[in-house]
């Protein structure tokens, strides 16, 4: 079994959970972020966060909808077109 488990939150961040010191989680300029004590964390998807990378709860408050809720609600929006006869 993986060590390292990351979720997907419905319209919500990614949850990592792994045991103390077997993750690391930098920033762009490869300095790590404190996790000491930590097995999990989320980490922000919606852009929201004042708290970036972590997520801050934001999400709920801006009514965030992933991409694959909204992907699947446009597809139900569009009507289908009609095959045309002989196609
Ligand atoms: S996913 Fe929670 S604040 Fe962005």
Redesign the pocket.
Known sequence: MAQVKITV?RN??FRVEAPEGTIELVDAEGNPYDLTGKTAF????????VNKPF??????KIG?QAAEAAVQKADETVPQEEPKPGA
């Open positions: 939150r919500g961040p989320s980490l922000c998807r919606c852009g929201g966060s997520c801050d709860g934001t999400h709920s965030f």
